[in-house]
């Protein structure tokens, strides 16, 4: 009798994972989880979650556990190259580093010594902004920003200028609470791993939650109620909710006379110039009107205002409670369920029946924690009191050129049920909530050769004179940001970028300097005009843009595009700060940040591009960058985490200062800081305790603590903004008043959409061109198996995801006679792109949609150019426009008018069926890129295998 | 289900030779052939030669052939085991039948071939029911599989034997025996297909992933955007006309034209009854092929449902 | 021994619970699990062709995702689909080498790689396709229920739960003892209604899944008024005149 199966198999029970374990911080996307990596031979053995970390306490998704492929890619380049081909031929020369560092500070030296502002430097998903931005004022050009005005600004200013938080990044529900959620276009991005916990949670307690989605997959797919609303109406239907509240009477008064601007007091004097500013007194304090004292500050402890009402104060001045304005729009029979339904693609019942479920959750179940707290008056309360009805929203919101207020309208809609850091409801995550604005408004008015710009480039404009305009209104800056084509756009506008320096406007650039964007490809709204822009020549034959230098640690389309590459290392290489000055990994329970170190060494030449940046400000002479001899001040990254300090006391990681390491926030630099990080998993946290943990807002103890530990700059109240002076100055300037006004093809512009409460108006593409021929909304989403670019050099990540087809409803399709796996076109009206359909249920009728960023030019990231992304994944990409439809004036980019957000779901499109002999290839297909020299032959059969029992 | 061919090839033509060395086992021993060592040893040889390049077709299906001789000690629990153990120990009779019929040495061949006989029914028993004991792929797990495949290796044996014999000119028993199996094996595929098209599917999209008592179940999208090992096995799918095309191939050109040769010859007898055997087991051997394949291109296993393709649909 | 071990009372029976409910469809249990196995007990899970066309590899664990119902009223479900440990598996009793075995101690399904010879008649034999050939080597491989993790000594003993259980972020995925009715996993499937899949086949499969739970009633009744208008008001603003609100 041979061997028995049970009795010989050799299972090795208790084999060591590896032989070595580090943790760090995961970059598979930007979630910032805490990873353990198990390493055996010195190749990676495991990656898991770090059950200690405050952010994924011990899980991983999808693209996390898939790190080993990021690492062990083929398409990780080698060396620094020069190009020595024409731009896009993919013709390189490898050089040294020596070499590359030279070709770089000749090209910057040169600008910095003329005309600083002609360099343009723009990283993408970079996560250590508070370097790169900081690096950029250092050189002195305004022309910095990073991917955020294509991503998240809308949330980001919406949610800052109402709040003084936001969702996305800077907020969550409670988690823990909530009895009712109600998210709006969240799909995955960042955070990933908490949405999922939190959302189990949430489940397992028995809450409700509900997905405001035109497409329902992945969070909406386990909501209880899928509301498959048609893009870019959000707004209508959030203003129908709170049309529906105030109707009804289902506010919460005493949350908004405590915590809000409700009550202050509204100048009303049309064509003034105070119109629409608050009244307030000589101290500058806004007023409200108290039931017995008429006009005092609105800060008075015992205040009973009166919300609803016209006064006259002393000075003859009429002004009404910003609670009168708001809610007299909001009842305005455009904001009812039946005038909104249909737009919206919902039944005005359903409208109806959500919002009675909203108030019924807030008014009739409130959430009481018996945790004693003292508020900024100095009262002492027993209780927290809170609403449990939580608000979460993403990028389904911030995508369109009407997310901006729709965003706000959503802070409304929370601070009349007053569900702002209650229990229960929405809460702010640390260092949030923030004043509102948080700080003063951007550097950059001025730029001179060899000098640096003094304060954040990307900061918050107050009122137009904030605005990086010149005297006759034009932009400053190259992408047009804080310009009156878009006054609040705090994170830039990295989509106009390449546009504007090809046309010259509003000047020639020298230098366009990037960092982990594939700007020639699916971060681009429209690939290929970008890449003619990047081509462009002028009539001498030389480039528009001089000279292109790109900083990717892999061979992604925008590669060949630049003149020289410097080669960064994967996330396993580097060290990192996720610092509390940039995007920290703080949460509702308190402030934290993370790093990341070196776990594996590059085996290619290649370097972090912090060190290189760092090593570039010393070649330059950027006085934060050298001492007082010209030496380099930093040997590298990590010594600048260390060392470099913003404020007095205040650097880029927020743990274990002072000498001695036992300093929160703020002490002086402390030289064992990064080891106190690595000896407790990478990560830094400090927990608040029980009587800070909500009403942040106007909570005594956080804002004092707040402020001690440097998050704050004083310990004041956060009102709660429902109408926003900030816009309401841009619209003043707009009407004619103020020393800085918007150029007269931009004046009705700011008029309408500085508007100081929020309203809704049709996306601005959809406005500006006849849509008749385009009925469907296009939109994509980010599989949760995929980042970006970044998963199709993955070999694991492409097997889940290596082709993608455009989703439709089979309902609408079968009208439309269009079948599963049919070819259509797609075409909007910048051009069309060939695909093939997949039909669905759970997608808005009017809306088609697919995966973002699978779709891959044919030769890039080391696959083969048969490859399925190439030949079958498609860019919607290729149908969007950069800039508006034509017009009078100069262009416009296609983004939001106050933000500046690029526009990426104000699309529309027609789907009509390919010949036959068009099927099975997608198209555009632009020409195949040659990788460059010496990179390694991709295998083609993979057997990973790290040290595992039967190799 | 993949029609792999060294399983076709393995099937058919370890079926036939199974079939013919228990028609000659059997039929020596009552005068029913010619007697002669020439027509013994061509008859056993041929019918060892189809086994064992039968068997070594099915060795080309195997990841790791070198172990195969591992297949033999499951006897107790698998089929296949016991298939293998089947085949090899009717290998030893039909070894001594053939030596023996060489030989002369009746006293010995009569209980080999009797033997062999026993052996190969049991062994083609054993490939039966592999497959019928496949609960996944209904259209295998069928009480018809198994006298199918007993009796479309007794049905092709007894045509090659018929074939043989003719060249000897003896080819009546055989040849009778031939047609009518020839007409019993068509009888029985129509059933079989007959069943097979009536009776539903073991899984639908609902029962298969249990959410059916939400409502009808789509798939949406798939693990993995490429194929994979399971959707090329087992979701192998075959068109409803071709398969129609196929089916009047293997039961005209299979099973009812060498029934209706087989006959023939026993009409014409001597010679040309022999050239018409050897047609209808030419036929007989092509038709099986058909069938075979068709036996696998229209099995449906159970895993393709989750791949969202549904038998029928 | 291809014959499954006698059943006992009381054995042990490991498996999974998943939680169709909270999956959102994200593969970290798939990705997981391959890179813990693709070095573990049954490495390599090799991938064929990986950077150019017809990429496909050994995954342990696949997702798939549904609709379910038709327009609103239906449901997207995302479905992980692994390896049973069925009961009474036929991939174990089809095996002619003894390579495929049913643990008489917990009742995991395994394949020693060893005896293999790669016939995929077990594959064949299982209907949820959770057979995996490695064709690279000849063997066929499977989900071990990370048998190299959960009896792991080396590892926190919180953490000796399969790979796609540990890392599962939508906390979908359970492990424990299905044999013990006072399991938390036994709990569990009895408190949600979990279920085998096809069951009819007799197979008895020891992982259940737990179904979509149906939407919690909505116990709002339709839009009342708080206060209920005086009918001569017909403005709503016009309420709040009189409102006594205070900090």
């Known amino acids: 009798m041979p061997d028995d199966g049970a009795a010989t198999d050799r299972i090795i029970y208790s084999a060591p994972i590896g032989d070595e374990v580090k943790t760090t911080t995961c970059y598979m996307c930007a979630c910032r989880c805490g990873i ?257 004292r008429g ?225 020639a490809w699916n971060s681009a709204m429209n690939p290929l005009e970008t890449i003619r822009c990047l081509t462009a020549q002028d009539e001498d034959g030389d480039y528009v843009i001089p000279h292109v230098i790109y900083s990717d640690a892999y061979f992604s389309e925008t590669v060949p595009y630049a003149d020289l590459i410097l080669p960064d290392t994967t996330y396993l290489e580097r060290w990192d700060a996720i610092s509390i000055l940039d995007r920290p990994i703080g949460s509702s329970h308190g402030p934290g940040d993370a790093i990341r170190q070196p776990v594996v060494k590059p085996d290619r030449d290649v370097r972090p591009f912090q060190d290189v940046l760092i090593e570039l400000g010393a070649r330059l002479g950027l006085p934060a960058f050298v001492k007082e001899d010209g030496s380099p001040r930093f040997k590298d990254y990590p010594d600048y985490i260390v060392n470099h300090e913003r404020t007095p006391g205040v650097g880029p990681l927020a743990g274990w200062r002072g000498a001695d390491g036992t300093k929160k926030g703020v002490g002086e630099p402390n030289p064992d800081q990064l080891r106190r990080y690595i000896e407790n998993g990478c990560f830094w946290r400090h927990h608040l305790s029980p009587e800070e943990s909500y009403f942040k807002h106007a909570n005594a103890t956080y804002l004092a603590n707040a402020k001690a530990m440097g998050m704050m700059g004083n310990a004041n109240q956060v009102v709660l903004q429902i109408w926003s002076e900030p816009l309401q100055k841009f619209r003043l300037a707009a009407e004619g008043h103020g020393a800085k006004q918007p150029p007269e093809h931009l004046r009705e512009r700011v008029r309408s959409y500085c508007d100081p409460l929020p309203f809704w108006y049709a996306p601005l593409e959809q406005q500006a061109h006849d849509t008749e021929p385009y009925p469907l909304s296009a939109v994509t989403q980010r599989p949760m198996a995929m980042y970006h670019s970044w998963g199709s050099m993955n070999a694991w990540l492409r097997q889940i995801h290596g082709s993608n087809k455009l989703y439709m409803s089979r309902a609408r399709a079968e009208t439309e006679g269009l079948a599963q796996d049919d070819w259509v076109w797609v075409e909007s009206r910048n051009g069309r792109v060939k695909a093939q359909l997949s039909l669905m249920e759970g997608v808005n009728r009017d809306t088609v949609w697919t995966w973002n960023a699978i779709g891959k030019r044919a030769g890039a990231w080391m696959l083969s150019p048969g490859a399925a992304e190439a030949q079958r994944g498609f860019l919607l990409n290729h149908v969007i426009s950069e800039w508006l439809p034509a017009q009078t004036g100069p262009r416009l980019a296609n983004a939001d008018p106050v933000t500046g957000q690029a526009a990426w779901y104000d699309l529309r499109v027609k789907v009509t069926k390919c010949a036959p002999e068009e099927a099975g290839v997608t198209d555009p297909f632009p020409t195949m890129l040659d990788p460059p020299p010496h990179m390694p032959e991709p295998p083609d059969m993979l057997r990973y295998n790290a040290g595992g029992q039967k190799p | 289900m993949n029609p792999a061919p060294s399983i076709i090839f ?116 054993c490939t039966g029911m592999i497959y019928a004991s496949l609960k996944p792929i209904r259209q295998w797990h069928h009480p018809l599989v198994t006298p199918g495949y007993l009796l479309f290796g007794a049905f092709s044996g007894a045509a090659l034997l018929a074939m043989l014999a003719g060249f000897w000119g003896q080819a009546a028993t055989p040849a009778a025996i031939a047609a009518v199996l020839g007409a019993l094996a068509f009888a029985l595929k129509r059933a079989y297909w007959a069943s097979v098209d009536a009776t539903p599917p073991v899984a639908t999209a609902e029962s298969a992933t249990g959410l059916g008592f939400i409502g009808k179940v789509r798939p949406l999208d798939p693990p993995h955007t490429e194929t994979n090992y399971l959707l090329r096995e087992m979701a192998f799918r075959i068109g409803r006309a071709h398969a129609k095309r196929l089916r009047g191939i293997a039961s005209l050109a299979g099973f009812a034209a060498p029934t209706v040769l087989l006959l023939l010859a026993l009409l014409v007898g001597g010679v040309p009854g022999g050239i018409l055997a050897l047609a209808a087991a030419a036929l007989a051997l092509a038709g099986l092929l058909a069938e075979r394949w068709l036996m696998f291109a229209e099995a449906t296993h159970t895993v393709a449902i989750y791949y969202g393709m549904p038998e029928r649909g | 021994m291809t014959s499954l071990p006698e059943p006992k009372a009381g054995a042990k029976k490991l498996g999974l619970v998943i939680d169709l409910d909270t999956c959102v469809g994200c593969h970290a249990c798939a990705t997981n699990c391959k890179e813990w196995n693709t070095s573990g007990h049954m490495a390599p899970l090799p991938d064929r062709h990986p950077y150019s066309a017809g990429q496909e590899g ?121 044999g013990d009715p006072d399991s938390a996993v036994s709990k569990l499937v009895a408190e949600r209604g979990g279920y085998e899949l096809m069951p009819e086949l007799g197979y008895k499969p020891v992982n259940r899944y737990l179904p979509p739970r149906r939407a919690p009633k909505a116990d709002a009744g339709p839009a009342k008024e708080a206060s209920p208008l005086p009918s001569q008001i017909t403005n709503p603003l016009l309420r709040w005149v009189d409102k006594v609100l205070s900090r």
Request: glycine share 10%; aromatic share 10%.
């Open chain 1, 295 to 519: 006009a005092i500050p609105a800060e008075t402890v015992d205040l009973s205002p009166v919300l609803v009402g016209e006064f006259t104060l002393p000075d003859g001045r009429r002004v009404q409670p910003a609670f009168h304005l708001m809610a007299e729009r909001y009842l305005g029979a455009e904001y009812a369920p039946e005038a909104v339904a249909e737009r919206c693609g919902l039944a005005a019942d359903r409208i109806r029946r959500l919002a009675a479920e909203v108030a019924d959750v807030a008014f009739n179940q409130p959430l009481t924690l018996d945790i004693p707290w003292t508020d900024v008056w100095g009262r002492k309360h027993e209780t927290m009191v809170g609403r449990p009805v939580a608000f979460h929203a993403m990028r389904g919101i911030s995508a369109h050129s009407n997310g901006f207020h729709t965003c706000r309208a959503l802070h409304i809609l929370q601070m009349l049920l007053g569900a702002v850091d209650t229990p229960g409801s929405w809460r702010y995550k640390s260092p949030f909530p923030r004043p509102i604005p948080p700080g003063p408004g951007p550097a950059g008015k001025t730029c001179a050769p060899n000098t640096p710009i003094a304060g954040n480039l990307l900061a918050f404009p107050h009122g137009p004179d904030d605005l990086l305009v010149d005297d006759a209104g034009n932009p400053l800056r190259i992408d047009h940001s804080f310009s009156w084509e878009a006054p609040l756009g705090l994170h830039g506008m990295m989509h106009s970028v390449i546009g504007h320096a090809e046309k010259e406007d509003p000047y020639r650039i020298d230098t366009l300097f990037m960092f982990m964007a594939n700007m």
């Open chain 1, 36 to 292: 353990r990596v198990h390493l055996k031979d010195g190749r990676v053995r495991y990656i898991e979650g770090n059950p200690d970390h405050p952010v994924n306490k011990g899980v991983l998704c999808g693209k996390g556990s898939a790190g080993i492929m990021t690492q062990y890619s083929p398409a990780r380049l080698q060396a620094p190259l020069k190009r020595v081909g024409p731009r896009g031929s993919g013709e390189y020369a490898e050089i040294s580093w020596d070499e590359a560092m030279e070709i770089a500070t000749g090209w910057l030296k040169h600008v910095r010594e003329t005309d600083p502002k002609r360099l343009a430097f723009f990283t993408g998903r970079d996560q250590s902004q508070s370097l790169t931005g900081f690096w950029a004022a250092q050189f002195g050009t305004p022309n910095f920003a990073a991917h955020g005005g294509f991503c998240s600004v809308n949330m980001a200013a919406g949610g800052l200028y109402t709040i003084g938080g936001s969702f996305w990044e800077f907020g969550e529900p409670d988690w823990e609470h909530a009895k009712y959620l109600m998210i709006f276009g969240v799909a995955e991005d960042h955070d990933s791993n908490p949405i999922k916990t939190g959302l189990a949670a949430l489940k397992k307690r028995g809450a409700k939650v509900v997905s405001v989605n035109p497409v329902r997959t992945g969070y909406s797919a386990v909501a209880d109620e899928w509301v498959g609303i048609r893009p870019g109406t959000d707004g209508l239907f959030v203003m129908a909710l709170i049309h529906e509240l105030i109707r009804t009477d289902r506010v919460d008064g005493e949350f908004l006379v405590r915590y809000t601007n409700a009550p202050w007091l509204v100048v009303r004097n049309p064509g003034g110039a105070d119109d629409g500013l608050f009244a307030r007194d000589a101290d500058g304090k806004p007023l409200a009107w108290d039931r017995a």
């Open chain 2, 10 to 125: 393995f099937t058919v033509a370890s079926g036939a030779g199974y079939g013919l060395l228990f028609w000659l086992g059997l039929l020596r021993p009552l005068g029913q052939v010619p007697q002669g060592a020439g027509f013994g040893a061509a008859a056993c040889g041929l019918a060892l030669v189809l086994i064992m390049f039968g068997l070594l077709s099915s060795t080309a299906h195997l990841g790791r052939p070198e172990r195969a001789w591992r297949a033999l000690s499951q006897w107790r629990s698998s089929w296949l085991s016991r298939e293998g153990v089947a085949a090899v120990a009717t290998f030893a009779p039909a070894g001594l039948f053939f030596i023996a019929m060489i030989g002369g040495d009746e006293g010995l061949a009569r209980p080999m071939g009797l033997l062999s006989a026993a052996g190969a029914a049991v062994t083609v028993y």
């Open chain 3, 58 to 178: 050994v995954w342990f664990n696949r997702v798939h995702s549904y609709e379910a119902g038709e327009g609103e009223e239906g449901r997207t479900v995302h479905f992980p689909r692994s390896c049973l440990h069925c009961e009474t598996p036929a991939c174990v009793t089809v095996c002619p080498t003894g390579a495929s075995y049913k643990r008489a101690e917990d009742g995991i399904v395994l394949v020693n790689t060893d005896m293999c010879i790669g016939c995929q008649l077990c594959a064949w034999a299982c209907p949820y396709g959770a057979r995996e050939f490695d064709d690279d080597a000849g063997v066929m491989k499977k989900c071990t229920l990370c048998v190299d993790r959960i009896y792991n000594e080396t590892i926190p003993e919180d953490r000796r739960v399969p790979a796609c259980v540990s890392t599962c972020p939508a906390n979908a995925r359970h492990f424990g003892d299905l």
